[in-house]
């Protein structure tokens, strides 16, 4: 009798955590860092911006509600693949590293890397080899500032305020990152300017947990839509004012 009981309340619980740790069907998990204006950024104490926008577009056309998680840019693909988010749209560059860990969606925006110094600075686009470069850890400017600058210390950090407190405080040389976001800091912080031109273009894309197809499907159907609308060239202008 005893081990029957023991079997039973062994049973329930199992069922109350498997309750308790179950998915709510109706809402749709985004993933994102939150730094990375026009894209994600707060606004009166909520996450707003181009790639949310969009987010709750491909939630509307599910029929699901749109929860979005903020974390480091760096444990988004694990925050994919462990399920604790169901799609990741943080400025994210279609990479073929990122290929073998997430499947990703059709481009929505073409993306410019670009250079950012103090105003007093006299480096130029030819001369950023030996200079000391601040990137976002794992972004893409991560990986060609390693492949490009062997002479320069790297200095990987998870958010782009960090990077330029840094570059003001001269701890930096310069910040290698992308033209929209890049544009808006130097709006707001006095010193600080981008260097003509820019060193590469890439693109961005949602991305997914690999083989999850059926979601896939849907982001792909809404971004079409919005591109044919021109909505995405609407929120990018309606963020970066």
């Known amino acids: 009798m005893k081990n029957m009981k023991k079997c039973l309340i062994g049973m329930l619980m199992g069922l109350v955590l498997l309750t308790g740790c179950s998915k709510n069907e109706n809402q749709l998990v985004l993933v994102t860092e939150a730094g990375f ?13 181009v790639d949310i926008d969009i987010a709750k577009e491909i939630a ?4 699901k509600e749109l929860v979005v998680k903020d974390v480091a840019f760096d444990s988004i693909i694990n925050e994919l693949n462990s399920g604790k988010a ?3 749209a943080a400025g994210m560059s279609i990479t073929p590293e990122r290929l073998e860990e997430v499947d990703f969606s059709i481009q929505y925006v073409t993306s410019n ?13 030819d001369k950023i080899d030996g ?3 601040a990137v976002q850890l794992g ?15 790297i200095v990987r950090q998870k958010k782009y ?7 003001k405080a001269g701890k930096v040389d310069l910040i290698i990152m992308d033209n929209l976001p890049a ?19 890439d693109s961005y894309g949602i991305a997914v947990k690999k083989g999850n197809t059926e979601l896939l499907n849907s982001i792909n159907t809404v971004l079409e839509r919005l591109q044919n609308e021109g909505k995405i060239e609407e929120y990018i202008i309606n963020h970066s004012k």
């Open 113 to 125: 890397q670009v250079v950012m110094v103090r105003e007093d600075s006299n480096i130029t686009m």
């Open 60 to 63: 509307n056309y599910m029929g």
């Open 37 to 49: 204006a026009p894209y994600e950024y707060y606004q009166g104490g909520e996450i707003v911006g």
């Open 183 to 201: 544009q808006e800091i130097v709006k707001v912080n006095n010193g600080l300017k981008l260097l003509p031109g820019y060193l590469f273009s």
């Open 86 to 88: 169901d799609f990741a």
């Open 131 to 133: 200079k000391k470069i």
């Open 161 to 167: 305020l960090t990077m330029v407190e840094d570059l």
């Open 139 to 153: 972004n893409v400017a991560d990986s060609y500032a390693g492949k490009n600058y062997k002479n320069s210390e």
